[in-house]
Structures are given as structure tokens and as C-alpha cells.
């Protein structure tokens, strides 16, 4: 009896979805035109799975990363982070969220202008009521991780592209959060440092981040364990990615 | 949430933004500033004008010529023509008078006054020898007018102390010298002591000739400007103004009291009008000065919602890391109120600065009330929240996705 309930202690653990999300549909409705964005969406990720959110543009792949995101809510269906339910929440509740649960990663980097490297990593932690010490250390630390020890002090406008976008993941490892959310993070990156960018992502998803990635080149969906594919606002295919590229060292 | 860290944040992106900042705290610089330098102003002259009236004792009546009921404010001398020398001679040798201690009369009217190679415009008062006792008159060298310079429309002058030093320079003794007022000759006989104050019929700033000589020779005038009274008591000052108003009406064959051409006023009659004026005209200065405060925070209102405009992203961003709406509202907030603090410092050292050279200029003695720096500080800072909370509530309702989708 104890066995087991230690056992399924084990199981909530390890093998409880990251994110659940069942019959999740997205209606727009404007001037009595409705738009269905997203349409009977169901799928999980588990803890420290690495996947691509594929589409071209228009297939509702942008509406399911803000759903998923909590920038914004589902029309019908559940949607499950780590546990807690995002669906009903209210905005303040969703900032609270974003904050603690998701580390986001956008295209366009962005970070605040005329703010040095370490300042910016400190944000979300402003946000999350944490000491100034302690999330200097953190900030710090994190640039580290990403190479840009040397450029803490350093403004956006004095980094290169591919260094803007490592205080960007540096940002959003900054709360520890359950997920990496990245929306074309290449997109603005030469490819040379494209390939940089994603070999950091594969790195934290060795030490068990769990990181989705919204992208329409194949080229970087290659990257990823799993792959599901989204058309006209329904999956198309989920897959697990058999030829993904190793990393080489 | 720390406030501490979002000072510092609003404060660096102001710093930031020097242009914008810059501009917006003009509005409000310009603002306190003219509120405190136009409050200080007015309630500066109000109080020299009051210390004037006041140096002059409480049981002077004044008599002027002119319907009592015409407006408070004194009218110009020499305006109305209803007051004589006789007036004066009646209430001082009348029996039914008994409350009255000295009587004089006075005719004034700015004359050019030379002095060999050096002229001035300035107040010529003709007066009885009483004028020196009623209107407590100091002589530093030389005499007054006395009774014999009346009758005899002797051609004698007393100095006030600035026209003796404007027309014979400082440190030399012009009793004995001649002078000539509207090209008639002059004996000096005496010279006034200082009393200072300016403006408001300064005796430092007159010349004093006999009323025969001022009425018959200089001007060619039958009336007075005025006639002073001095009371014996400030206990009989009414009893005096009714002995005095009834006597003049009989003077002039009036019976109706309402019909009486002329006004006798005490002193604190005068003070309170002058108040009364000098009291509007403070409030006018400080309405004023008000709509230069709100159009300062029209200012602020305005460039905050740039702001919002222009930081769109920036909102957004913030949002998708986690802040809530209290938080950028209070980082919006908190930029406009450094702002208009600083601002407001900024203004008040102005303000300050500015009233002290304007009373210099007019010499007048700086009056900086503290609660007037207070409130138009506490308006400044209120000017911020009230005019940064629209822009602020604005900036905290923008939705994440739109805001992040902003180009």
C-alpha cells in the first residue's frame, strides 16, 4: 500500500503531462464573421520534452503559442500548466503565470532598449518579488551559461543579433521556469549563429528543460525530439523526430 | 513590489529621454514658478501698501472730495473739486468740533522741480504748517512751514530726502539753496528724514510749498486735494467723522447726507479697500498663474500618452514577463510624478528666485509665504497623478498580444 502510493507519487512526478491540452478551440468572432483559429486541439507535452510547433502562416500556429504562452485564453476546451489550470484565469493571475511558469523567447528579441545585458535578465525577476542580491547572482550566472559573461554590461544595441537573443534565453531561464517558449528564434538570426542559438537550446533540454518551439523552417524543427505539425487550426501530424541532427561538439 | 527599483527604473528611463523630460518639466517649472513668483508679488505690494497706510496712525481721518459712494478705490488727487481751503478753516475753528487734535489741508499735483542742472518729476504738496504734526513729518536740517510762509504765499520749499538727493546729490546741504518748481523760484528751507517705503505718496518723494503759494501761484487752484485730521483719541474716531461729516455738509448747504460731496475715511476704511484690491489682484495673479500649472500638466498628459504610444512594445514585454497592471501603472505614474517633482523644485527655486529680483526691481520686501511653496507643490505633484493616470491606465489595459504584435 505504501509502495504504492509512493509509486504513484513517482508517477505525478515524472510522467504527469507539463501541459495538457483537450478540445482546445479558438473562435474569433468580428462583426459576426466567425474565425476559427484554432479547432479541437488536443495533445500533451511531458516534462523535458523538446518540440516544434510547426505551421505555415495562418494555420493558427501563432493563436496556440499565445494560448499556451497565457498571453491568451481558449474559446472552448482546457488547457493545463504544470499542474494548475490557465483556462478561467484572470489577467492579473495569467501575468502571475507568465512570470513563474514560462520563459519566453520572441523573434524580435525583445529587449529593453538602452538596458545593459544583466538588467534586462533581471526583469521577470523584478516582476517575481525577488531580492536585487540574489537576482543579480542569477542574472549573472545565467549569462554565463548562454557565453555573454563578458558582455553583462553591454545594451542591446552594442550586441550582435545571435548575443541579443542569449540575454533573451538567458532572460527566460531567469525564474526557473516549466517552460522555454520560443517563437521563431532564429528568424532574425544569420544562420551561422542560427545553429549557435539552437545548440544552447538543445543544451538546456539535456538538463531537462522542456522546450516548445514555434517555427515554419524544417531546417530548425530538425533540431527537436517531436514535431507536430498544425494546418487550418488542427493537428496534422505529431511525430516523434527519428533523424534529428546530434550535436556536435 | 518594489518601489524602490521602479523609482529607479522610471527615473533612468526619464534620464534616458532627456528631450522629452526636459519638456515635459518645462510645463511645470513655468508653472510653480509663476505661482509662487505672481503669489509673492502680490502679497509682497499688498503688505508695503498696508505698512504705508499703517506708518500714517490709527487716528488719522482723511477727507476727500467726491461722492462717498462711487467705489472704494481712492480716485486721483486733484480729480474732484468740491474740497476748499475753507473746509479745512471751518472744522478747525468751529465750536461744535471737539474731537479733533490737529487739522490740515493739502493740494497735490506732480510739477517739474529743478535744481540747477538737475531736474525731477515729482509729487508738489501744498500744506498748512499742521501737515508736519498730522502727518508726522521729521525735519533733519532746516524748519518746516510755519504760519507766516501761509499768510504771506512765501515761495519756500521743504525737501523730502530722496527729491533732496535727487536734486542736490548726496551728502550736501541744500537748505538755503533756491529751486525752481514750474519756473518759479524756491527758497530750501528744510529737508525731510527718511522714512522709506516707495510708490504709494512716499513723503520721501515730495516737495513741500505753503497751500496759499501751491494754490494762488503754482497751479492757480481753488480746492484742496485733501484734508487730514488727526483725531484726539482712537477711542473718538466715529464721533469725530460725525462731527466732521455733519459740519462739511452744512458747509456746502447739504442737508441730505446721501448727497454729500465728499468721503471721509479712517484709516482701516482705506486699509480694508486697499485690501480688498490688493486682495483680488492676488487672486487674479494666482488664477493666472493656476491655468500656466494646468496647461503645464495638459503638457505632462500629453507626452505621456506619446509615450504610451511609443512604448507599446516595451508594455507588451513587460506583460508577457509577468508584470501585472498595478505595475505599469505605477511605473507610468511614478514617471509622471518625478516629473512634476522635480519639476515642482525646479519651479519653486525659480519662483523663489524670481519674486526676490521683481521686489528688488520694485523695491518692494520679498513675502514667501511657505504655505503658498507648499501648495503649489502638493499642486504639482497632484498636477502628475492626475494628468499621468489617464496615459497610466492607458499603458496597464493594452493586451500583451497586441502590444507585442506592435510594430
Redesign the interface.
Known amino acids: 500500500m505504501v509502495v504504492e502510493t509512493l509509486f504513484e507519487l513517482e508517477i505525478n512526478n515524472h510522467f504527469l503531462p507539463m501541459i495538457k491540452v483537450s478540445h482546445l478551440s479558438k473562435i474569433y468572432t468580428n462583426a459576426d464573421i466567425k474565425t476559427v483559429a484554432l479547432d479541437d486541439i488536443t495533445f500533451d507535452i511531458k516534462r523535458g520534452e523538446f518540440v516544434a510547433i510547426m505551421g505555415p502562416s495562418g494555420s493558427g500556429k501563432s493563436t496556440l503559442m ?1 494560448i499556451l ?1 497565457a ?2 485564453t481558449p474559446t472552448v476546451g482546457e488547457y493545463w500548466l504544470d499542474g494548475e489550470k490557465i483556462a478561467d484565469l484572470n ?2 493571475q495569467l ?2 503565470i ?3 511558469k514560462i520563459g ?1 523567447v ?1 523573434q524580435a528579441y ?1 529587449l ?4 545593459t545585458a544583466i538588467k534586462n535578465v533581471m ?2 525577476m ?4 525577488i531580492n ?1 542580491e540574489e537576482s543579480f547572482n542569477k542574472a549573472e550566472k545565467y549569462l554565463a551559461m548562454v557565453g555573454l559573461s563578458d558582455r553583462l554590461y553591454h545594451a542591446p544595441n552594442q550586441l550582435s543579433g545571435g548575443q541579443q537573443q542569449r540575454v533573451a534565453i538567458a ?1 527566460a531561464l531567469s ?1 526557473n521556469p516549466s517552460i522555454i517558449l520560443a517563437d521563431e528564434p532564429t528568424g532574425n538570426i544569420a544562420s551561422s549563429q542560427a545553429a549557435e542559438i539552437m545548440h544552447i537550446f538543445e543544451d538546456l533540454n539535456e538538463q531537462g528543460h522542456t522546450i516548445i518551439l514555434i517555427t515554419h523552417e524544417m531546417e530548425i524543427a530538425e533540431y527537436t525530439k517531436r514535431i507536430i505539425h498544425i494546418r487550418d487550426g488542427r493537428i496534422k501530424e505529431d511525430k516523434q523526430n527519428g533523424h534529428r541532427k546530434l550535436v556536435k561538439k | ?2 518601489y524602490q ?1 521602479l523609482a529607479i527604473e522610471s527615473f ?1 528611463t526619464l534620464v ?1 529621454n532627456k528631450v522629452r523630460t526636459g519638456l515635459a518639466m518645462l510645463g511645470v517649472i513655468i508653472g510653480i514658478g509663476s505661482v509662487i513668483a505672481l503669489m509673492s508679488l502680490g502679497q509682497s505690494s499688498q503688505q508695503s501698501i498696508e505698512n504705508q497706510i499703517k506708518s500714517l496712525g490709527s487716528n488719522l481721518l482723511t477727507v476727500q472730495p467726491g461722492a462717498p459712494n462711487t467705489g472704494g478705490i481712492q480716485g486721483a488727487f486733484g480729480g474732484n473739486t468740491t474740497l476748499t481751503y475753507n473746509d479745512e478753516k471751518a472744522i478747525k475753528s468751529s465750536p461744535k468740533i471737539t474731537t479733533v487734535k490737529n487739522v490740515t489741508a493739502e493740494f497735490r499735483k506732480n510739477a517739474q522741480v529743478t535744481a540747477g542742472r538737475n531736474n525731477t518729476n515729482t509729487s508738489v504738496s501744498g500744506i498748512t504748517p499742521e501737515y508736519q504734526q498730522v502727518r508726522n513729518i521729521s525735519i533733519a536740517s532746516g524748519t518746516f512751514i510755519n504760519d507766516g510762509h501761509l499768510l504771506g504765499l512765501a515761495k519756500v520749499a521743504v525737501l523730502g530726502s530722496q527729491v533732496a538727493i535727487d536734486l542736490f546729490g548726496e551728502g550736501t546741504n541744500p537748505v538755503g539753496q533756491s529751486i525752481r518748481i514750474n519756473k518759479m523760484s524756491f527758497t530750501v528751507i528744510g529737508v525731510t528724514v527718511a522714512k522709506g517705503g516707495s510708490g504709494f505718496q512716499s513723503p520721501d518723494e515730495a516737495v513741500y510749498i505753503p497751500l496759499t503759494t501751491a494754490q494762488k501761484q503754482v497751479f492757480g487752484v481753488d480746492y484742496v486735494s485733501a484734508i487730514y485730521i488727526e483725531a484726539k483719541s482712537e477711542q473718538v474716531m466715529t464721533q469725530a467723522q460725525n462731527e466732521i461729516g455733519y459740519l462739511l455738509l452744512s458747509q456746502h448747504r447739504l442737508t441730505d447726507p446721501t448727497q454729500a460731496d465728499f468721503r471721509i475715511m479712517s484709516q482701516e476704511d482705506i486699509l480694508g479697500t486697499v485690501n480688498q484690491v490688493t486682495g483680488t489682484f492676488t487672486a487674479l495673479l494666482a488664477g493666472i498663474a493656476a491655468i500656466s500649472l494646468i496647461v503645464g500638466g495638459i503638457g505632462i498628459m500629453n507626452i505621456m500618452l506619446v509615450t504610451v504610444t511609443e512604448r507599446t ?2 508594455i507588451g ?11 505599469i501603472i505605477t511605473q507610468f505614474l511614478m514617471e509622471a510624478v518625478i516629473i512634476t517633482f522635480i519639476g515642482g523644485l525646479i519651479g519653486v527655486i525659480v519662483g523663489v528666485l524670481v519674486s526676490f529680483i521683481i521686489s528688488k526691481l520694485l523695491s518692494l520686501t520679498p513675502v514667501l509665504s511657505i504655505p503658498s511653496i507648499l501648495l503649489a507643490f502638493g499642486v504639482s505633484a497632484g498636477t502628475g497623478i492626475i494628468f499621468g493616470w489617464y496615459p497610466a491606465q492607458k499603458a496597464s489595459n493594452l493586451a ?2 497586441e502590444a ?1 504584435r506592435y510594430e
Open positions: 499565445h504562452g498571453l491568451d489577467e492579473d501575468a502571475d507568465r512570470n513563474r519566453f520572441f525583445n529593453l532598449p538602452r538596458t526583469v521577470p523584478m516582476y517575481g518579488n536585487k532572460r525564474m | 513590489m518594489d527599483e533612468t534616458l512594445r516595451e514585454l513587460r506583460k508577457a514577463l509577468g508584470a501585472k497592471k498595478k505595475w500583451p498580444i507585442l
